[in-house]
């Protein structure tokens, strides 16, 4: 009603014909001003209309029309509350105490009925205060005792663990899942299913190019598709669940591409487990066997999980028996993010190697290795450092000059080692020494240019797969090499290597000359890899002179 009131102002400005109005009394809001200028506003050239001449006894300022928009307290009567029906609802005590606190420009004016009024209002507002916190506490006390009484499903189910909680996406993964319930794995389960996929992927692209897969090649690509941690731990859980998958073995020897492994170090072996070929051809793990070993992982995963539900409808009161082959969703009391991680499987490990750390067993070891002099001299070194230290007679001084060659090691490493052995080692390394500093500069840059030349021999290869050309120019082969090189060296530079290549190797890369320009040919069914065995033992070779 009092929304209608204030447009209905405008509405009275300019009524139209036959429109009668009643006459609202509805008024601007002004301070409180005396009303001495209205006569002025109206003779003045203005549209305003002149205000009304104050009432009497209406000296104090009125409230604005924003607030006489709002309904007042007591025109709001709220329903009562269901907990409390047999509390009387008290009046507004704000509106009683509001019209009794005087205005700014008055004097107080209160008598003693309002005062009684008053302290009435607050003695009842203080009686619903005590009943509700009475109802409150009779409640907090029933909900303690429903808590106390629980279920016997609750009995059975595990405790959770002190430490710090899973991220809510990942305990309440299956209630978010879309579409009708169904068997739905854990969130941990999903990300080892998604964990044998990379797997699987990286071993069939090894093991289809007839390449060992090694754990250290599988991590890698597995870090790299899935951008999650890939441990052994993961591959003793999947070897847990699908060990037919795969078979695991220690070996060394393998080719590693990697600084930090040595090829004499023992790894951890992959191979894939498949059937024979019809053909008796070698078996490839094509795009349909990836498929149904995914297919498998997953059905053998919900096996799993099918078991820790078996165990969890026999510890209900009363104990309950479903069928596995009819079981289409999970109990709504069980927790399917709540089941326990799979236990890893064992893993094959490197054999234990012994290592030597008396002369006793250094003898033990080499008898059969050395020659009768030094096996007769180890046997001596061995029976005087076991008897105990006898003062010998006393040595000439010697004169004070600094030795030839300082001791490579200190005398405790160097203890039951034999002094010829020692001497000879020693005489080695002072020979190489002296090589290096009476080698001229261009022996020591064809030296350095032969400990490149394994490296440029793959990436020449390797350009010559890409350009699939028979042969090449000169100016391309260098370039292309030059850009696909780690070592940064120039085109000419580049060349002198080449030629140094096709003269160590002829029957490898040969060159051929037409007209004013060098063409480079290469073998491509060469081994690669006895190419690069001879680069290296070439080099040895001649690094020893």
């Known amino acids: 009603m009092e929304q209608r009131r204030v447009t209905d102002f405008f509405a009275r400005r300019r009524p139209g014909p036959g429109i009668v109005l009643p006459k609202l009394a509805c008024r601007t809001p002004s301070p409180a001003r005396p009303a001495l200028r209205a006569p002025d506003s109206a003779t003045s050239g203005s549209r305003k209309r002149a205000r009304p001449p104050a009432a009497p006894g209406r000296d104090q300022a009125r409230p604005p029309a924003r607030r006489r928009l ?44 309002q005062n009684q009024d008053t302290i009435s209002e607050l003695a009842s507002c203080l009686q619903r205060a005590r009943e509700l916190g009475a109802r409150v506490r009779v409640l907090k006390s029933s909900a303690q005792d429903a808590g106390e009484s629980f279920t016997p499903e609750a009995k059975g189910r595990p405790e959770e663990p002190c430490g710090e909680k899973a991220p809510a996406y990942q305990r309440f993964h299956a ?193 059969s290795l050395m020659s009768p002099r030094m096996e007769k001299a ?84 390797s350009v010559f797969v890409s350009e699939r050309k028979p042969a090449l120019s000169m100016e391309v082969a260098c370039a292309r090499m030059v850009g696909s090189c780690r070592t940064a060296m120039s085109p000419g530079e580049m060349e002198k290597h080449l030629l140094l290549l096709s003269e160590l190797l002829p029957d490898w890369l040969s060159l051929h000359h037409i007209r004013t320009d060098t063409y480079v040919k290469l073998d491509k069914a060469a081994d690669l890899a006895s190419i690069t065995a001879r680069l290296a033992r070439q080099a040895h070779a001649e690094e020893g002179l």
């Not at 090691?409 to 090589?435: I, M, N, T, Y």
């Open 70 to 113: 709002r309904l007042s307290a007591d025109a709001v009567s709220s329903p009562s509350s269901p907990e409390a029906p047999d509390i009387p609802a008290c009046p507004s005590l704000g509106q009683k105490i509001k019209k009794s606190i005087p205005a700014a420009n008055q004097p107080p004016q209160l008598t003693s009925s």
């Open 175 to 367: 209630l978010a899942q879309p579409g009708p319930p169904g068997l739905v794995l854990p969130y941990k389960y999903q990300v080892l299913a998604e964990m044998f996929r990379s797997m699987d992927t990286i071993v069939g692209m090894l093991h289809n190019r007839s390449e060992t897969p090694t754990f250290a090649k599988v991590q890698r690509g597995v870090q790299d598709m899935m951008r999650r941690r890939f441990e052994e731990r993961n591959v003793g859980q999947i070897k847990t669940v699908y060990p037919a998958s795969y078979c695991f073995r220690q070996e060394r020897g393998v080719p590693t591409f990697k600084d930090g492994v040595k090829r004499s170090d023992y790894q951890l072996t992959i191979e894939p487990l498949l059937e024979q070929e019809a053909d008796g051809a070698a078996p490839q793990l094509t795009a349909s066997r990836l498929l149904q070993r995914r297919q498998i992982f997953s059905q053998k995963l919900v096996e799993h999980v099918k078991e820790h539900h078996k165990a969890f409808l026999a510890s209900l009161r009363p104990p309950m028996v479903v069928p596995e082959d009819q079981l289409t969703r999970w109990h709504p009391r069980f927790n399917v993010d709540e089941v326990p991680d799979i236990e890893p499987a064992v893993l094959p490990q490197p054999p234990a190697t012994e290592k030597l750390t008396t002369a006793q067993e250094v003898l033990a070891r080499a008898r």
């Open 378 to 461: 180890l046997s001596q070194l061995a029976l005087r450092s076991a008897e105990p230290s006898s003062p010998g007679p006393p040595r000439p001084a010697l004169p004070d000059t600094p030795p030839a060659t300082p001791p490579a090691a200190s005398p405790s490493a160097l203890k039951g080692v034999s002094q010829d052995l020692l001497e000879r080692v020693r005489a080695k390394e002072a020979q190489k020494q002296l090589a290096q500093m009476t080698r001229c500069p261009e022996q020591e840059q064809r030296l350095q240019r032969l400990e490149r030349l394994p490296e440029l021999a793959r990436v020449l290869r």
